[in-house]
């Protein structure tokens, strides 16, 4: 039996090297898509590259996108690229609306038009929740996104219903709430805290500058939720499912634990600074995965404690390789 080839999008950040990891574990040919930029990073996937094919497209352009699916016929396409900061969504709106928005468009319909026998994920995101409509979040409440990025996942999120009941494919919204890992961008909350905990551990820094402390969020580890993205789209039905831990943290708790792991007090270095305050915050997320439970047998491997002390103590090992 031949073996499945999935092509992933965005194989260089955090949830592509996860995917990657899996999948090469579960005996796929991996193909990941990079965008010919003089600035792509290997970082994350460069114990693995050789053990993947690299290949360039753009989500902005579909022609780049019809070669690909024509040249490598997937079976299975995972889109994770996006412009995924929430924070510059204000600063590129536009842009954003047309990487995380349109791009996946451009992908279905490049899937409609080369093989709509190919499964299809589309990472989508807690963020469209935003103002919250109810406690905890479901797949069947109601967004109202917060963000010009939160607005553009929700286009691509009904683009894929669209074109699951439209033209019948294989076509699944996975809706994460937060997940982090070691490999996470020093942009995000959660490693911005535990590389500054290792920055002050070291004596580089004295203080973290931060923004609203209050906001609350369902944190859990990238490597069980892109377990998540490949369970559901082995299924025969495709649907969309909540991928959550259930639970929700505030960014104080966070910092409390991500110091205390460094033997320090959090309240000694974190300062709140207004240029990190959000146009429009959302205050509470935190997610019910009881129908993947329920349905796919997923459930977390990792828990929050665990998570950041994981983060802290990998910056920690990082910092002091720098020093050296």
């Known amino acids: 039996m031949p073996k499945k080839r999935a092509l992933i999008t965005g194989v260089t950040g955090q949830d592509g090297s996860y995917l990657a990891e899996l999948l090469l574990e579960q005996d796929y040919d991996v193909v990941g898509m990079v ?11 460069a114990h693995i590259q050789d053990k993947i094919t690299i290949v360039s497209g753009d989500l902005l352009d579909q022609a780049s996108l019809i070669t ?17 900061f929430v924070q510059a969504s204000w600063s590129q709106p536009v842009l954003t609306g047309d990487t995380t928005a349109l791009a996946v468009t451009r992908m279905l319909d490049a899937i409609r038009i080369i093989d ?24 069947s409440t109601p967004f109202y996104p917060r963000s010009p990025y939160g607005v553009a996942k929700v286009y691509g999120h009904w683009i894929t219903v669209n074109y699951r009941e439209s033209y019948g494919l294989h076509a699944t919204s996975g809706i994460l709430f937060n997940h ?23 004596g580089l820094t004295t203080e973290l500058r931060m923004g609203d402390l209050d906001p609350q969020r369902d944190w859990g580890y ?12 082995q299924q025969d039905t495709p649907t969309d499912y909540v991928v959550a831990s259930g639970e929700t943290h505030s960014v104080r708790e966070l910092c409390d634990i991500a110091f205390g792991v460094a033997g320090l007090n959090w ?8 240029q990190f305050m959000r146009p429009a915050e959302v205050d509470l997320l935190v997610g019910d995965p009881s129908r993947i439970t329920a349905e796919l047998g997923w459930k977390r491997e990792v828990d929050f404690p665990s998570l ?4 802290v103590e990998a910056d920690i090992e990082l910092v002091r390789n720098q020093l050296r």
């Open 68 to 84: 690909m699916l024509s040249e490598f016929r997937p079976d299975e396409v995972y889109n994770l690229a996006a412009q995924s």
């Open 222 to 233: 990238a490597a069980d939720y892109v377990r998540a993205m490949w369970m559901m789209v």
């Open 35 to 45: 965008r010919r930029s003089s600035t792509v990073s290997f970082e994350r996937i």
């Open 308 to 311: 950041v002390e994981m983060m």
């Open 267 to 274: 309240e000694d270095h974190v300062v709140v600074d207004e």
């Open 180 to 202: 982090e890992s070691p490999r996470r961008g020093l942009e995000f909350a959660p490693r911005k805290i535990s590389h500054g905990v290792a920055r002050i551990k070291a």
């Open 116 to 139: 709509p026998e190919i499964r299809f994920y589309q990472a989508s995101s807690s963020e469209m929740f935003g103002k919250v409509q109810e406690v905890p979040q479901r797949e």
